[in-house]
């Protein structure tokens, strides 16, 4: 979580060209955050409408700065990098989670709805412990390369790999943990044991790894039951929300068809 | 000492060394006995809207699902044993299938809330999936009962007494909506479950599985509706004699052959 605090200076580049907007009159939006502190007793969540005016190409993410710095310092929300790669500003944008530095305040308002990500610890407002979420997802599933003890050879020099093959686990791996997936999806949010979509990509992309020696009898050792691949219902807002555009939906059927394989071997 | 399976499930431990395979099976059987019942439903549909063509049409199905054409007489029983097997994949398929329902009021506010907020189509088209199934619990049972129980009183007069001087016809109506949605959503499901027909462009694939599943569900609604409204006029004109069965003119005595 960074508090990166925007400047005067700081410069703003628009995602996308406005469609022949001028600076400074693409009207006001409101935006209605909502406000909690889980620390504070008799806290109530609330939400807080602010107003201002849209600038032009303005993002959810220099809005909610804009706010921080001219009307109130206390908004929590989090964000690192402001383009779409560090996962850090997911929030649930007028009721469907997404990147706040990815989203323009022209596509969704003029009155635009955030909430925090919900199936996360919250911090506070908008800002939520997606890290510890993520970091236990990644222990329960080793998602890192398993290789065996005795071919661990770290002078020899690392056997080559199809561009191809490398291209498939680099598009797994564009995953950014941002959350968006597990906010979105109603089996996890009932569940809470559920593995998620991040989780089942990650099974994918290691599947897919020459370098990682574990076969699916290991995997199913891992998501093999109720609270992994197959308690997916398959209700697919995980890949409608990911805003990296991963390819869940087929991913996730790919891991519960090679599974179920093993159920049956 | 003891090491059975009982004893070691009875500690908890029953994944301690292996995961169990059986997760896997369950997964594939709930997703098979759906398929099998959703294209049941859809054969099952042809063959009751046949009544649209006409009252000897109906009968000619009927009496051939009772092998008359075969051996020359009805065995209404044949239909029994379908009847059955279909009443096995029913208990199955909901076995399995209610492991997915929400359990408990926080489980249906949490997923009712998450609906309302995503505004998100497939998520909206479970919550109907879930209720439609638990209703089926319900409605298809009796039908299925009557079914398995009294196979001989299928026929354009048997059939359409029952739907309207029984009184079933309620329960059809709300049995046609239960079982169309149900099944449409469930095959839809089922394609992006397991990737079916993804091809090159999934997405593409989805919209299209989609389309096709809006196609199919009013196309069956629109036929089931039908079907019922003749069973009905049909009931209701022959209201004065009910019980009578159905013969057609070609098998009555005398008929010219």
């Known amino acids: 979580m960074s508090m990166f605090r925007p400047t005067a200076t700081h410069k703003v580049i628009p995602l996308v060209p406005a469609d022949g907007a001028q600076p400074g009159?693409?009207?006001?939006?409101?935006?209605?955050?909502?406000?909690?502190?889980?620390?504070?007793p008799g806290n109530a969540p609330r939400l807080q409408t602010y107003e201002l005016e849209q600038a032009e190409g303005m993002t959810l993410f220099i809005a909610l700065s804009e706010i921080r710095e001219k009307q109130d310092p206390s908004l929590q929300f989090d964000f690192v990098c402001?383009?779409?790669i560090c996962g850090s500003c997911a929030m649930v944008i007028n009721g469907r989670p997404g990147l706040a530095c990815r989203t323009l305040t022209k596509a969704v308002g003029p009155d635009i709805t955030l909430l925090?990500?919900?199936?996360?610890?919250?911090?506070?407002?908008?800002?939520?412990?997606?890290?510890?979420?993520?970091?236990?997802?990644?222990?329960?599933?080793?998602?890192?390369?398993?290789?065996?003890?005795?071919?661990?050879?770290?002078?020899?020099?690392?056997?080559?790999?199809?561009?191809?093959?490398?291209?498939?686990?680099?598009?797994?791996?564009r995953c950014i943990e941002c959350g968006c997936c597990v906010a979105g999806c109603g089996t996890v949010r009932m569940r809470e044991a559920f593995v998620g979509a991040v989780g089942l990509n990650k099974i994918a992309r290691f599947r897919l790894d020459p370098r990682d020696t574990r076969d699916d009898d290991d995997f199913y050792e891992l998501v093999g039951d109720d609270d992994g691949v197959?308690?997916?219902?398959?209700?697919?807002?995980?890949?409608?929300?990911?805003?990296?555009?991963?390819?869940?939906?087929?991913?996730?059927?790919?891991v519960r068809r090679k599974m179920a394989a093993v159920g049956f071997r | 000492m003891d090491t059975s399976s009982s004893i070691v499930t009875g500690a908890g431990l029953a994944d301690a060394v292996r995961k169990s395979r059986l997760p896997a099976r369950l997964d594939v059987v709930q997703s098979a006995t759906g398929l099998v019942l959703a294209l049941f439903m859809w054969g099952h549909m042809f063959f009751v809207s046949s009544i649209l063509l006409g009252k000897d049409a109906m009968w000619t199905i009927t009496k051939m699902f009772e092998g008359y054409f075969i051996f020359g007489r009805a065995y209404p029983g044949i239909v029994s044993v379908v009847v059955a097997v279909i009443v096995l994949l029913l208990v199955v398929h909901a076995a399995l299938a209610v492991r997915k329902f929400p359990i408990n009021y926080r489980q249906l506010r949490t997923y009712r809330g998450h609906m309302k907020l995503m505004r998100h189509e497939d998520t909206t088209l479970w919550y109907w999936q879930f209720?439609?199934?638990?209703?089926?619990?319900?409605?298809?049972?009796?039908?299925?009962?009557?079914?398995?129980?009294?196979?001989?009183?299928?026929?354009?007069?048997?059939?359409?007494?029952?739907?309207?001087?029984?009184?079933?016809?309620?329960?059809?109506?709300?049995?046609?909506?239960?079982?169309?949605?149900?099944?449409?959503?469930?095959?839809?499901?089922?394609?992006?479950?397991?990737?079916?027909?993804?091809?090159?462009?999934?997405?593409?694939?989805?919209?299209?599985?989609?389309?096709?599943?809006?196609?199919?569900?009013?196309?069956?609604?629109?036929?089931?509706?039908a079907t019922l409204a003749a069973y009905i006029r049909i009931g209701i004109e022959h209201a004065d004699r009910v019980g009578e069965r159905y013969v057609p003119a070609s098998v009555q005595p005398g008929a010219v052959k």
């Open chain 2, 131 to 225: 209720v439609t199934g638990f209703a089926l619990f319900f409605l298809a049972a009796p039908h299925l009962f009557q079914m398995l129980t009294q196979p001989g009183l299928i026929g354009p007069y048997e059939s359409s007494d029952r739907v309207w001087s029984y009184h079933w016809w309620p329960l059809y109506l709300l049995l046609l909506f239960a079982v169309e949605v149900h099944g449409g959503v469930g095959l839809y499901r089922l394609a992006v479950k397991w990737g079916w027909f993804a091809g090159s462009n999934p997405d593409a694939t989805r919209r299209r599985l989609k389309a096709l599943k809006w196609a199919l569900t009013v196309f069956f609604l629109a036929l089931g509706l």
């Open chain 1, 25 to 40: 009159n693409g009207g006001r939006i409101r935006v209605h955050a909502m406000r909690y502190n889980p620390r504070d």
């Open chain 1, 82 to 84: 402001r383009a779409g």
């Open chain 1, 116 to 173: 925090p990500l919900p199936g996360f610890e919250l911090i506070g407002d908008l800002s939520v412990n997606t890290g510890k979420w993520m970091r236990a997802m990644s222990e329960r599933l080793e998602a890192w390369v398993h290789m065996k003890e005795a071919e661990l050879d770290l002078t020899r020099i690392e056997a080559r790999m199809e561009p191809e093959l490398a291209e498939q686990i680099y598009e797994l791996d």
């Open chain 1, 230 to 254: 197959f308690g997916c219902m398959s209700l697919l807002g995980c890949h409608d929300v990911c805003p990296k555009q991963l390819p869940l939906a087929t991913q996730i059927a790919f």
